[in-house]
Each structure stands twice: as structure tokens, then as C-alpha cells.
């Protein structure tokens, strides 16, 4: 072999051994999810796997990982996702000036003033216009004549050659506008949505307003500034039309007064209140705004909060008599500077039907259902600002302003802003609120649960894409795009919910993407009358019906070909239950067999010493204890059975490892099984811990801690060496001590060759004895002859001793004392004799003397 070959060869080796290691590494870390599904439908409802509706198919399962080819591909059903677009029509782009910025077309077209606007705007963006892209002529033209119909006559002459000339009269403002989407379960799929806000995009602006008794400077305000209003609205947009409507409230207590008089003439200067009139339709003729404002005539009400609801119901309602324009930015400019009424106050007047949200308007243009169905709820009206892309401006007093700064959350598209309280900053305030609206855009749809779709862009930065549905600081023209990932979560239980159309739009503008999604959750095989689909197949033994390559057997057969029946078996038993242990499990045969029939066939082995037995395979004789890697001990010690060792003769322990008989745990002078301190275990003594002490040694003889013996010797050896202790009692010593008779030494030595015990006690008599004992076979025990006493002492000496020491004290003390005494007395005595010697008694005068006799005189004798 030349050298090149073998390296080849070596090469080649290596490549297969690593592909297996590879493949059995990819096996291990992920878990194979299409091998559990056994029927089509579920096999594609997971993510990557797809069906093999072979008929004759010998693999492991028909679910399987499409990257692996283990079924021939005209068998293989593995539906993809797929994208069509049906409509996909350019946006609107910008006019000619349009292209390099809003602010420029604000400032150089309508800066110039309302009746030079035209000329001046568009003449200017023509000069310039030499760099422009070739679809925006075109474009250009499709402005003009969809504004045709609402421009004012005043600038018609100007642009009507562009309207003839163009076909298509829309715009444009999202792209594509449908699309048909084949989806399969959990798989993610990225559409692009762009979106430009197209110039002079029509806007109509409807101004409804309280007209309760306290908005009375206000509307006279309004109908001072309508004419700037419009102004200001058509130098944004030419395209633009205004409407008017006011509301009082529900005409009942306690809203307003009923009594008779009120009713008519609520308060000074004011006219019967009412639920909401339209006093002014939509229309293009703003100059009469300010009149119809004018004319509106104040009323009162009783309670602080107002039907406002009603009238934002009715308005939104009621497009045809409102006037709302298909295409068109619709704003909603609702002022007030009280609180509101919503569903459930209507009980407080006895209104209990709840609201349609239908338009009620008559003739007039008053609201005709206000005192027969309640207040509308914040989610209704949510509901049809959403249905009908309305953007509701809260035009609000301060005191207000916190309420509807809640509110607007709950209101799609809505904002509140604050109004002074002559509503004087109205112009400024809806040019803002527009300006805000229109520079932002937000995707929202109407998916339902089973369809996530989830948004991203990277607005106008240029930047990556983030996960937001909302662009902020749009100006006219600039065109962002959105990617919008959808996905399935899971196939819908009804099956209809299968095809579904999704919106995506963009808030308060009425154009949208339709997307037509189909859930790919079925498979055409399972469908009768496709081709994989047979009934009363004979690859079902003529008793099952056969689709996607398996057998849908009938309620008397079962089995993989429908051979098994059910009169075979008792009736009770379910195929793939008597195939599992129990109920908590579902995997039949334990995953080593067959489930065939309702039983168990369980897999063969590769090694034929290997066995798989037991009803549900749940045995093997391969799978127990071993020892030095020989399954239990190895065939001389035990054999395996379903999981334990079978210990032969001899043998024991759980892999059969040691030896039944306990000779080796014998001590070899004889004795107990481990000198009866410990028990034998596998043929070792394993010795036992006492509160004595830690035996040890090969048959637990050895304690060096333990007390040993003394405690149970110390009577007998007192007793019988020196006829004391407990057995002092001769004939109590002859009967409790036989078992040895110390021997007499003088004094008590260890042997430490001999493993000789020490013992040392003190008797009742304080004395100290000793003596040894060893255990060599048999006990002998040394004690010491003499026990070692301590000298006595005469304690009666000592007491009297103390006694006579004390009286003897005693005594001299008392003679001092007398000694003492005497001298003193003899002084004492000397001296007075002295003094008697010096001393002349005076006899007569003596002053301890005293008269015998004594007088009385009795004072009350007066001496006749
Ligand atoms: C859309 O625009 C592209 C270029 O921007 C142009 O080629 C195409 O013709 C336009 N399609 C229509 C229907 O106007
Ligand atoms: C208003 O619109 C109508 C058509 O709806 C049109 O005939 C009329 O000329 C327009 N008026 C103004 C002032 O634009
Ligand atoms: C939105 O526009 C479509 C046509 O583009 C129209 O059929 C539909 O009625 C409009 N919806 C509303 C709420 O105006
Ligand atoms: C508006 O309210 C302020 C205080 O909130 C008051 O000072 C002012 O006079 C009011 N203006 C009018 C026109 O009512
Ligand atoms: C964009 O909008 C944010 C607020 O959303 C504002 O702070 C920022 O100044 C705006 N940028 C421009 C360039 O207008
Ligand atoms: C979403 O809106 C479209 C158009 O209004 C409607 O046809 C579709 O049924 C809606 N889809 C869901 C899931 O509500
Ligand atoms: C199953 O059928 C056999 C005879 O076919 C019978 O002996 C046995 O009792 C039946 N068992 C049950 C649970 O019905
Ligand atoms: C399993 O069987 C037990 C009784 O054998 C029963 O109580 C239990 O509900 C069953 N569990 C299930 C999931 O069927
Ligand atoms: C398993 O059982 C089979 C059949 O009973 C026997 O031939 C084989 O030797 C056994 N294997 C072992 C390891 O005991
Ligand atoms: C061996 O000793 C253990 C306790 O130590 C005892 O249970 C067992 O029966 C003994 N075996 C024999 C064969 O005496
Ligand atoms: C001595 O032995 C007798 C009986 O043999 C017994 O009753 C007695 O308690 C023993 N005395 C002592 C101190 O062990």
C-alpha cells in the first residue's frame, strides 16, 4: 500500500468515528420532539418536523427532523411558510418640495399667506425640482386630484390640469396593503411594513363642546377664534374641513332640573338643555363655523359631571350625518371643564338599557335616544374610536386635566391637553395636539392569542432594528419601515380559526394590511379524497381507514395494520394501556418493546447473554449491582433477576459479594462472634460503640477507653482479700464470687506484655486498694494484700482539747477582771476614808434631816 492511501484511508476512519461521536452527541443534547407525534397533523404542528406517508415505511417513526433523509421525498409532507403579496400599491410620496422637509413646505409655501399660497408653494418646488425621483409626478398628480373634491374653489384654477390628467385618486400611506400568509406552528416570519405620512393628507377636525351655563365665555371665545382656527388648519393641510357639536345632558334628574319652568329656561339667558345636537356637519365651508358657535345657545344642568359620553358616542357614530371623510385624519376636539358620565350613572335617572353605540340622530341633529339608554363605557367608546381610527383630543380646564390624562390611557390614539379658561389657547392648543398626532405613528392589529405579532424598527435612526410599534417626530414625507414578526403560537381548537384575516394599521388612520393567514395545522392527506386517503384500505386488513400512511382503524380492530381485534381481548383492555405499567406513563413497553396486540415484544438484544423480559419489558437480566465490574460477583456468587442479585449458596450481600458464614469473625481463642462487641458483616467484624468506649481490632478485642472489668470485679476482690465492701457478708462472698480468687501481691505491677488491666478503687473506709486482671483464656486476677489506709485521728482529744483551752481562757479572764476590780475598789475606799478624815459634820444642819412634825393651814378659814 502506498503511503498516500493509507493516510487517506486514516483519514476516512477518522471522519466516521468523529461523524458518530457528532451524531450521538446532537441525539443526546437535543431531544428529538417529532418522534412522540403519531399522527400527521400533530407530526406538523411542530416546529421543523415533517410526515412520511409511505405505506410499507420500516423507520423508526414517521414524525421525523426533515434534515434527517430517512423517507423518500415524494412521500415527504413538510409544508413551508410562504409569503404573497396581493396589493401592493406605492405609497403617496411626498409633493416635489415634500422631498427635502416639511418645515421647508410650511415656511416657503404658506408663509407667503393664504391667497399666494398656491403660486408661491408649488411654483417655488417646481423651480427647484430638477433632482426628482420619476414616480413622484405621477404621485404629485394623485394628490391633487384626490383633494379635487374638498378644495376650495379659490385655488382650483391652479391645479385642475393635474387633476384630469390623473387615473387613481387615493392615497396612499401604508405599504403592501395585503398579503397572503401560509404559516406553519412556532415558526417566526418577518414582514416589511412601511409607512409615510403623505402631504396634505385631509383632516377633519370636529369640535364638540359643552355648552352647560359655565362654558358660556368659552363658546363666546370659540366663535371669536373660529376664523383663526381654520386658518391655521388649512395653512397645514388645504385639505380641511370643520364641524361643530354640543352637548348639555341627559334631560332627567338629577342631571338636570325637571321641574316645568327649568326645563324651558334653565337658567338666565339660556335655552332647554338637551343630550348633544351636531349643529354643523363636516363640511369645507369653515367661515360658517364661527356663526353656527355663535348661534348655539347656552343651557344649564344640576350635577357637576356632564353627558359628554353620549355626545363622543354619537359622533363617532353617526358618520354619515357627522360627515366624517373616509381618508381622512380625524380629530375629535372635546372641551369641557366638568367630569363626566359614564355606563351605570344612567341608573341614577332610571336609564337601565344599556347603549347600542348606534347612531340616534333625527333631522335636527339631536341626539333622540339620550334619555333611553345609559351612558356609554370608556372600553365602548374605546371600541369605536378604534373601529373608525378617530383621535380624540381632550381639550380640558386645569382643574380637569388630571381625570382625562387618565382617560386618554384608556382611549387609543386620544390626548388631553389643558384649556384656559376662556378656552383662548384653542388654536394653539389643536395645532399642537396635531402636530403631535400626525408627527408619530404606531402599529397596532387585531390578532387574537393564537398569532403573536411582534414589532420592530428602527424608526427614522437608520440604526438596527429595536422592538417598538411606534416612530415619533415624522415629519411629512419621511417614510419608516416596520418589520412585524408573526407567529403562531398554537393551531386554534376549531378549525375554522385556521384561516384568519389580521389588520395591522397604523392608529387613527384608516388604511391598513390585510393579511390573509392560513395556520398551516392539517394535513390534505387526513382529508377524504385526497390521494394518500383510503378507506377500507387493505394496508388496514380492510378494517381501517388509511391515511397519511398509517391506519385509522375501526372500534372492533387496532393495532399498527388494524390485525389485532378486539373479541380477542377482553374488552376492557385498551390497546395501548395494556402495554404500560400503569397510567402514569406513555410510553408503551417501557420503551424496550412492542406494543402488539395489547402486549409486550420486547426488544432482542444485541449480546444474546442479554435479556428484556417481564410483561411491560420492565426486566432485564443485565441492568444489576456489580462487583469489580463482574454483574453480581460474577456467575460463581449470584445471578441477576429484574434488577436484583440472586445470591448462590454461601453468598450474600446485595451484588452477592460476601461470605454467609461468620468463621472469619470468630476470635481465635474462641469466644462470641466478635468477642460479643460487634456484629459480623461480610465475613468483618464491624464493632460496636458503647457508652464505654470504641472497640476495635480484627474481632473488636481491643478498648483502650473502656472502663473494662474493674467496676465488675471490685466487690469480689474486696470481699475476699480483705472481707469488706457489699459482699462482706461471708457466705454472700463464698455464693456471688466463684469465678476467681485474687491472688495476694504486695504491690500491684503491670505487665505490659501480658495486656493486663489496672484497677484502683477507695473502699468506705477511704482506703486505696489495687489489683490487676488479665484475660488470657481465663481470668486471673492480682490484688494487693495490704490496703493503703489513711492514719486515723483522735477527734475526741481535739474537742476537749479546744474545750479545756477555752474554759481555761475563760477563767483568766474572770480573775483579771477580779483583779482588777479589787485594786480599783481598794482606791476608792482609801480616798473615802481620806475625805471622812478631813470632813466637820455641822450636826444641826444636817441636809438629809427633816421635822418630824409639819403644819397645814386651811385658807378657806377666814380666823373668827
Ligand atoms: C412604484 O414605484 C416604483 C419605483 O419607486 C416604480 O418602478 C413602479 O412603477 C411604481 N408602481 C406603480 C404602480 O406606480
Ligand atoms: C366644498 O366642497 C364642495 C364639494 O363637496 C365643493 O363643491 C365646493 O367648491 C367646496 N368649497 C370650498 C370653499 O372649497
Ligand atoms: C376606511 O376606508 C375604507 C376604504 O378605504 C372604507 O370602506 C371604510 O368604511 C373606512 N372606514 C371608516 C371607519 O371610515
Ligand atoms: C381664569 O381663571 C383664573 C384663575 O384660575 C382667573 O384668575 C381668571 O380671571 C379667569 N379668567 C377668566 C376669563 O375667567
Ligand atoms: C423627538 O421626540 C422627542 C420626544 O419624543 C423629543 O425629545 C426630541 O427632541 C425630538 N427630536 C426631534 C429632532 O424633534
Ligand atoms: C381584524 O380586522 C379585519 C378587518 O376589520 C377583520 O376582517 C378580521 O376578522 C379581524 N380579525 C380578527 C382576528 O378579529
Ligand atoms: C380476560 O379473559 C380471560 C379469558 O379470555 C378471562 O379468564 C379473564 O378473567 C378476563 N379478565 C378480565 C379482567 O376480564
Ligand atoms: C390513574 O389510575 C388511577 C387509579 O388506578 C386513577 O385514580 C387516576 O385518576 C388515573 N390517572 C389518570 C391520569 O388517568
Ligand atoms: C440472561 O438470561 C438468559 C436467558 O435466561 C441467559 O441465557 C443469559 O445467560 C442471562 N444473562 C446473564 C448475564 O445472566
Ligand atoms: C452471622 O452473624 C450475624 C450477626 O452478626 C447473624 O445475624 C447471622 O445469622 C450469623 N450467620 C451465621 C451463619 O451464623
Ligand atoms: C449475690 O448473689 C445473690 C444470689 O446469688 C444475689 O441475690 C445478690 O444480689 C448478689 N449480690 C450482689 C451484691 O451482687
Known amino acids: ?186 415558526q417566526k416570519h418577518d414582514l416589511k411594513v412601511s409607512y409615510t405620512q403623505a402631504e396634505g393628507y385631509p383632516v377633519d377636525l370636529y369640535y364638540l363642546m359643552d355648552l352647560s351655563k359655565s362654558m358660556e365665555d368659552d363658546k363666546e371665545k370659540l366663535s371669536a377664534l ?52 351636531n349643529h354643523m356637519p363636516l363640511n369645507n365651508n369653515t367661515e360658517s363655523f364661527s356663526n353656527e358657535v355663535k348661534d348655539a345657545a347656552v343651557s344649564g344642568n344640576l350635577d357637576a359631571p356632564e353627558g359628554g359620553f353620549d355626545a363622543i358616542m354619537q359622533a363617532i357614530a353617526c358618520r354619515q350625518q357627522v360627515g366624517w371623510r373616509e381618508q381622512a385624519r380625524r ?113 397596532k392589529d387585531n390578532a387574537t392569542g393564537d398569532v403573536k405579532i411582534t414589532y420592530f424598527s428602527s424608526c427614522l435612526t437608520g440604526g438596527p432594528e429595536i422592538q417598538t410599534s411606534k416612530c415619533d417626530n415624522l415629519t411629512v414625507g419621511q417614510q419608516v419601515s416596520f418589520t412585524a414578526q408573526i407567529q403562531v403560537l398554537k393551531c386554534p381548537e376549531d378549525p375554522r380559526d385556521w384561516t384568519q384575516h389580521i389588520q395591522i394599521y397604523p392608529v387613527g388612520i384608516n388604511e391598513s394590511m390585510l393579511i390573509q393567514l392560513e395556520m398551516l395545522c392539517a394535513c390534505p392527506c387526513e382529508q377524504p379524497g385526497s390521494t394518500g386517503y383510503e378507506v377500507h384500505s387493505r394496508h388496514c386488513n380492510n378494517f381501517g381507514t388509511f391515511m397519511c400512511g398509517i391506519c385509522d382503524c375501526d372500534e372492533h380492530h387496532f393495532g399498527n395494520s388494524c390485525e389485532c381485534s378486539v373479541s380477542d381481548m377482553n374488552s376492557t383492555i385498551n390497546n395501548d394501556a395494556s402495554c404500560r405499567a400503569d397510567n402514569t406513563t406513555t410510553t408503551d413497553c417501557s420503551g424496550r418493546g412492542n406494543c402488539v396486540c395489547g402486549a409486550c415484544e420486547c426488544f432482542k438484544r444485541s449480546n444474546p447473554e442479554e435479556v428484556v423480559s417481564g410483561p411491560f419489558c420492565e426486566c432485564d437480566n443485565f441492568s444489576c449491582e456489580r462487583n469489580k465490574n463482574q454483574l453480581c460477583s460474577g456467575p460463581d456468587h449470584g445471578t441477576c433477576d429484574c434488577g436484583r442479585c440472586i445470591c448462590k449458596p454461601g453468598w450474600t450481600g446485595t451484588s452477592c459479594a460476601c461470605q454467609a458464614s461468620n468463621d472469619t469473625c470468630m476470635p481465635p481463642g474462641g469466644g462470641e462472634i466478635c468477642s460479643g462487641h460487634g456484629v459480623c458483616e461480610c465475613g468483618v467484624c464491624k464493632c460496636a460503640v458503647n457508652e464505654q468506649g470504641r472497640y476495635s481490632g480484627r474481632h473488636c478485642e481491643k478498648c483502650p477507653t473502656c472502663s473494662g472489668r474493674c467496676q465488675e470485679l471490685k466487690d469480689c476482690v474486696q470481699c475476699q482479700m480483705y472481707h469488706t465492701g457489699v459482699l462482706k457478708d461471708v457466705n454472700d462472698c463464698a455464693r456471688n464470687c466463684t469465678t476467681f480468687t485474687p491472688i495476694g501481691v504486695e504491690k500491684v505491677e503491670i505487665d505490659e506484655r501480658k495486656d493486663e488491666q489496672m484497677c484502683t478503687f477507695f473502699d468506705e473506709d477511704d482506703c486505696r486498694f489495687e489489683f490487676k486482671y488479665s484475660e488470657q483464656g481465663e481470668l486471673i486476677v492480682h490484688a494487693q494484700e495490704e490496703k493503703e489506709c489513711p492514719p486515723k485521728v483522735f477527734m475526741l482529744g481535739i474537742v476537749l482539747g479546744v474545750i479545756a483551752a477555752i474554759v481555761l481562757v475563760g477563767l483568766a479572764i474572770l480573775l483579771l477582771w477580779k483583779l482588777l476590780t479589787t485594786i480599783h475598789d481598794r482606791r476608792e475606799f482609801a480616798r473615802f476614808e481620806k475625805e471622812r478624815m478631813n470632813a466637820k459634820w455641822d450636826t444641826g444642819e444636817n441636809p438629809i434631816y427633816k421635822q418630824a412634825t409639819s403644819t397645814f393651814k386651811n385658807p378657806m378659814y377666814a380666823g373668827k
Open 1 to 186: 500500500m502506498i503511503p498516500g492511501s493509507k493516510a487517506i484511508l486514516l483519514a476516512i476512519v477518522l471522519a466516521a468515528v468523529l461523524g458518530q461521536i457528532d451524531g450521538q452527541k446532537a441525539g443526546k443534547l437535543t431531544q428529538n420532539p417529532c418522534g412522540a407525534k403519531d399522527k400527521c397533523h400533530t407530526c406538523i404542528q411542530t416546529e421543523s418536523c415533517a410526515w412520511c406517508m409511505q405505506p410499507d415505511f420500516k423507520g423508526q417513526s414517521r414524525c421525523f427532523q426533515h434534515s434527517s433523509k430517512v423517507c423518500p421525498e415524494e412521500f415527504v409532507w413538510n409544508p413551508d411558510t410562504s409569503e404573497q403579496i396581493l396589493l401592493n400599491k406605492n405609497l403617496t410620496l411626498a409633493s416635489v418640495a415634500g422631498g427635502s422637509s416639511a418645515i421647508g413646505y410650511g415656511a416657503g409655501g404658506y408663509g407667503a399667506g393664504g391667497a399666494g399660497y398656491g403660486a408661491a408653494g408649488y411654483g417655488a418646488g417646481g423651480g427647484a425640482g430638477g433632482g426628482y425621483l420619476s414616480g413622484s409626478s405621477s404621485s404629485s398628480s394623485h394628490y391633487h386630484s384626490s383633494s379635487s373634491s374638498s378644495m376650495s374653489s379659490s385655488y382650483g384654477s391652479e391645479y385642475s390640469a393635474g387633476w384630469s390628467a390623473s387615473s387613481s385618486s387615493e392615497i396612499v400611506q401604508i405599504k403592501p396593503q395585503s398579503v397572503k400568509l401560509k404559516l406553519r406552528i412556532n
Open 226 to 277: 373660529g376664523d383663526k382656527l381654520s386658518e391655521t388648519m388649512k395653512s397645514i393641510t388645504s385639505n380641511f374641513r370643520l364641524g361643530f357639536g354640543s352637548f348639555v345632558d341627559k334631560v332627567l334628574m338629577p342631571y338636570v332640573s325637571t321641574i316645568p319652568k327649568k326645563l324651558e329656561n334653565p337658567c338666565d339667558n339660556c335655552k332647554a338643555p338637551y343630550g348633544y345636537r
Open 331 to 443: 380629530l375629535l376636539v372635546f372641551s369641557t371643564d366638568a367630569g363626566f358620565h359614564y355606563a351605570g350613572d344612567g341608573k341614577l335617572g332610571g336609564v337601565i338599557a344599556p347603549n347600542d353605540g348606534e347612531c340616534h340622530l333625527n333631522s335636527q341633529g339631536m341626539y333622540t335616544h339620550s334619555v333611553l339608554q345609559d351612558y356609554p363605557s370608556i372600553s365602548q367608546i374605546n371600541q369605536k374610536v378604534k373601529e373608525n381610527a378617530i383621535n380624540i383630543i381632550f381639550a380640558v380646564t386645569s382643574n380637569q386635566f388630571s381625570v382625562y390624562e387618565k382617560l386618554k390611557g384608556h382611549i387609543q390614539g386620544s390626548s388631553a391637553a389643558v384649556l384656559s379658561n376662556d378656552s383662548s389657547n384653542v388654536v394653539d392648543l389643536v395645532k399642537e395636539e396635531y402636530a403631535k398626532i400626525s408627527s408619530s405613528v404606531e402599529m
